[in-house]
């Protein structure tokens, strides 16, 4: 990959302490090849190492301490410059409903983007509304309409048996219902075609014409290498778009797509899907991009999944309950491990640490069963065992092994280190230190 091939080149820059010219150039011909392979478009690796070489050559790494790492901050600071320098959020109508139009080839991931956008903006407090203006397959507005409700998002779809509906027609009937209905954001679902062609390129505009968005947003499969710049030029030209959305950036994505888009459109990158799920979305952020092509890790990303789970008032109850030893309960304890567990599977979440390169095949072997018998454990409880575990006795225990498809040894386990660590944790927070250590000042 991209990020492979660029962590190589860069192991062996770092083996140098003054670098020649030479040496710059055979770095830069490096990172052209890695460029080029991972399907960057050809003007843009140019352009880029164009910057990238005259900078590299330039004062600020002779006189650097240390020239290779110097080169790398270069690179990656010329990286964020063709991922759009920074990000480019939404722009909401003045007066509401603000308007999103998404346009985009079939499988693009259009149909699933309005679910996780729907989702996310919810979740910011907005009241979004779905609409269904693909009527072209045939059961595109019943798929839109699944992952609405999924998403607990409205959906606005022609009557069914009304025949063949009108997108256009649709459409704006959507943004009046949106309007009498006080959703103060409409997100217009489109059809696309497996290729370019101008019916549809015409459908969109009329929709575009008839709606009149605040924000189109063209969305692009990172899979489709040097065709993402073809198509997305044939949609600036055809419908014209503010934002791009990457979708599929999960799979063996070259990342090209995302180097080359923003820098021959000329318009930003402003979210991210990187799969199925609904909340497999993010905004999209150049720095991070950059960092992860360099192979820096994603900490940044990471830090705000974590912030994201950890609801703030929820952490200071726990932190209250934790004051004394008995407040802490396993109903505490289950509802911690959720939270930690919203942000996704644990291989994904130690994934994003940086400097686990070697380690990656041991962490895809973390499953996370062991956090589901644990969970199974604690479901099986009455909520009297739950708050108060050491009222489980030799009856109760077989009881909850059996419930949750476990042995009595598992909940034997579980109970103790659920009662140990708590006390360490109440002791902890009490200021009292680590039992059997002299105590810490609080
Ligand atoms: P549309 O034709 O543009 O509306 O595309 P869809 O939303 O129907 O998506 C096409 C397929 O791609 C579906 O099977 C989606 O589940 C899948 N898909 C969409 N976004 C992503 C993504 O970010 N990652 C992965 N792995 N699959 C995606
Ligand atoms: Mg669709």
């Given amino acids: 990959t991209l990020q492979d ?18 040496d710059i150039d055979a770095t830069c011909r490096e990172i052209r090849i890695a460029l080029l392979e991972a399907d960057v478009a050809l003007p843009v690796v140019r352009e880029f190492i164009g910057h990238v070489k005259e900078r590299a050559r330039g004062a600020e790494v002779h006189q650097a301490l240390n020239p290779a790492e110097q080169v790398i901050k270069i690179v990656h600071e010329e990286l964020i410059q063709i991922l759009g320098g920074d990000t480019r959020r939404l722009r909401f109508a003045k007066t509401p409903p603000t308007v999103i139009l998404l346009c985009g080839l079939q499988g693009a991931g259009k149909t699933t983007l309005a679910g996780k956008l729907g989702r996310w903006l919810k979740e910011q407090g907005h009241q979004p509304l779905l609409v269904a203006a693909d009527l072209q397959r045939p059961n595109a507005v019943e798929q839109l309409e699944i992952i609405g409700q999924r998403a607990g998002v409205a959906v606005f779809a022609p009557e069914r048996g009304s025949g063949v509906g009108d997108p256009v027609d649709v459409a704006r009937r959507s943004v009046e219902y949106a309007k009498s209905k006080l959703y103060d954001i409409v997100i217009v679902d489109t059809a696309g075609r497996l290729g370019v062609d101008e019916e549809m390129m015409r459908q969109a505009a009329d929709i575009r014409d008839a709606i009149q968005p605040d924000e189109i947003l063209f969305v692009v499969d990172a899979m489709i290498g040097q065709d993402a710049v073809t198509t997305a030029e044939a949609f600036r030209d055809g419908v014209g778009f503010d934002g791009v959305v990457l979708s599929k950036l999960d799979g063996d994505a070259r990342g090209g797509a995302a180097l080359s888009v923003r820098y021959v459109t000329g318009r930003p990158v402003m979210f991210a899907s990187t799969g199925e799920k609904l909340e497999d979305f993010d905004v999209f952020h150049p720095d991070r991009m950059a960092s992860r092509i360099l192979g820096m890790g994603d900490v940044l990303t990471l830090i705000e999944a974590a912030e994201r789970a950890f609801d703030e008032k929820q952490a200071a ?8 030893e008995k407040g802490f309960t396993l109903e505490d304890f289950l509802a911690q491990m959720q939270a930690v567990r919203r942000m996704g599977p644990l291989s994904k979440i130690l994934g994003m640490l940086p400097g686990l390169g070697e380690v990656r095949d041991q962490i895809n072997q973390i499953d996370d069963r062991e956090l589901d ?45 659920f009662l140990e660590a708590r006390k360490v944790m109440s002791q902890l927070s009490q200021g009292k230190g680590l039992p059997g250590m002299p105590g810490l000042p609080g």
């Fill in 373 to 417: 018998r644990i969970e199974a454990i604690i479901r099986s409880m009455t909520p009297a065992e739950r708050a108060d575990p050491k009222i489980i006795n030799g009856s109760r225990r077989a009881r909850i092994a059996k419930g949750s498809g476990t042995t009595v040894s598992d909940v034997n386990l579980l109970v103790e280190r």
């Fill in 317 to 324: 109850e726990v932190a209250d309950k934790l004051k004394t």
């Fill in 5 to 22: 091939r660029l962590e190589a080149t860069f192991k062996r820059l770092r083996g140098k302490g003054r670098l020649t010219d030479a």
